[in-house]
């Protein structure tokens, strides 16, 4: 009966002491994957910014590391900054975007487009033009649907419209030639921007 209490508590034993070995090897596995992970997020801004870059920190942080790096930008000013990358070191980003913030900005976005369309408010300009483009760029995603072209054949069409620079908004048979903030259209519609 001993014996058999004594085999018993031994192999417990050995149970705990093949636990306790896999579990180190689990952290040390991890420690690799976390400095594998650091020097190429260092070997990385190191080639991008040409500078001695440091990393702050590494932590496993929902199935990727989460590396802060600290480097100095080409104006020579310190910079500490969070940068992503998966476990394996393949995928790199500097930002993650929450999901559900992401969706109601663009709900926000198609919903104030939809709403100047629906206003019939137009956007006059050309697919190459910076004014254009920087306009667009001010209304997001969905500004597209404001678009009228005023490239190659449709230029004519667009001058003999009055319109003589780019971007040019038309509104109740009036045209702004500007770029705007969403303000302004919402001033000018009664359409609320999010």
């Known amino acids: 009966?001993?014996?058999?209490?004594?085999?018993?508590?031994?192999?417990?034993?050995?149970?705990?002491?093949?636990?306790?070995?896999?579990?180190?090897?689990?952290?040390?596995?991890?420690?690799?994957?976390?400095q594998a992970a650091a020097n190429a997020v260092k070997d990385i801004y190191d080639l991008q910014?040409?500078?001695?870059?440091?990393?702050?920190?590494?932590?496993e942080m929902n199935g990727v590391y989460k590396v802060v790096?600290?480097?100095?930008?080409?104006?020579?000013q310190r910079v500490t900054q969070d940068v992503?990358?998966?476990?394996?070191?393949?995928?790199?980003?500097?930002?993650?975007i929450v999901t559900a913030d992401y969706r109601t900005a663009l709900q926000n976005q198609k919903t104030f487009i939809e709403c100047l369309s629906?206003?019939?408010?137009?956007?006059?300009?050309?697919?190459?033009d910076t004014a254009t483009l920087q306009q667009f760029?001010?209304?997001?995603?969905y500004s597209y649907k404001l678009f009228v072209s005023c490239d190659a054949?449709?230029?004519?069409?667009?001058?003999?419209?009055?319109?003589?620079?780019?971007p040019t908004t038309i509104y109740n048979n009036t045209?702004?030639?500007?770029?705007?903030?969403?303000?302004?259209?919402?001033q000018l519609t009664g359409c609320t921007p999010a």
């Open 1 to 34: 009966m001993v014996d058999k209490v004594y085999i018993g508590i031994i192999a417990v034993l050995v149970l705990i002491v093949i636990y306790l070995f896999a579990q180190s090897n689990q952290n040390l596995q991890d420690i690799s994957g976390q």
């Open 49 to 59: 910014y040409e500078t001695n870059s440091e990393v702050l920190s590494t932590v």
């Open 69 to 76: 790096v600290r480097f100095a930008d080409f104006s020579g």
């Open 84 to 96: 992503y990358i998966t476990k394996d070191g393949r995928l790199l980003t500097d930002r993650f």
């Open 118 to 128: 629906g206003a019939n408010l137009r956007i006059l300009g050309q697919s190459n």
């Open 137 to 141: 760029n001010v209304l997001g995603t």
């Open 153 to 166: 054949a449709n230029e004519q069409s667009c001058r003999d419209l009055g319109v003589a620079r780019y």
């Open 175 to 186: 045209g702004y030639a500007n770029i705007y903030a969403p303000a302004f259209f919402s």
